[in-house]
Every structure is written in C-alpha cells, then in structure tokens.
C-alpha cells in the first residue's frame, strides 16, 4: 500500500454477504468517502475505517437517516443497525 495510510471496509448482508474495502492517504478522505457510500448506497450499512500503522479501528452504521459511530465490541445486523437513534 504505497503512500496509502487508511482503509474503508463496507459490508452489506442483502442475499449474500459483501465487503469492499478502498484505501486513503488520509482519515478525512476516508472518512467522506465512507459517510458518501453509506448514504446513497443501499447494498452497505456497516463500514470500519482502519489504520493499521496506528492501530486505529472504527465501526459505524447507517440507521437510514444518519450515519453513527459504534463503540462496542460487537456487531449488529442491519435490522439492529436501522434502530439505532442518532
């Protein structure tokens, strides 16, 4: 990954489970990407951003309104995900 510092991971769970995953050279540029997708992309609800140089890991989810940091050490579902209030 020459020069390329954070990556985006989407995942999705329609009919069958999909990442895909976009490296940045910066946590701005990853981050804008990741709220851009979330919110016109209906495939993704979940999406990490990661700097392993750091050992930076964050999750977040689309609730259908807004996109929400998720601090716990486990992972929701998209039914779960579209509940959450933000």
């Known amino acids: ?3 390329r510092k954070w990556e985006v991971c989407l995942c999705g769970d ?10 940045f050279p910066s946590y701005r540029q990853a981050r804008r990407f990741m709220k851009k997708t979330l919110r016109k992309n209906h495939t993704f ?15 977040f989810y689309w609730n259908g309104r807004k ?8 992972v ?3 039914r779960q995900a579209l509940s959450l209030k933000g």
Do not use: Q
């Not at 329609?14 to 490296?23: D, G, I, M, Q, T």
């Not at 609800?45 to 999750?59: Q, V």
């Not at 996109?67 to 486990?74: L, Q």
């Open 76 to 78: 929701l579902s998209r």
């Open 1 to 3: 990954m020459s020069g």
């Open 67 to 74: 996109v929400i940091r998720w601090e716990k050490p486990w």
């Open 14 to 23: 329609f009919s069958a489970y999909e990442v895909w995953c976009k490296s």
């Open 45 to 59: 609800y979940c999406a990490t951003i990661s700097n392993d140089e750091d050992s930076a890991f964050e999750t």
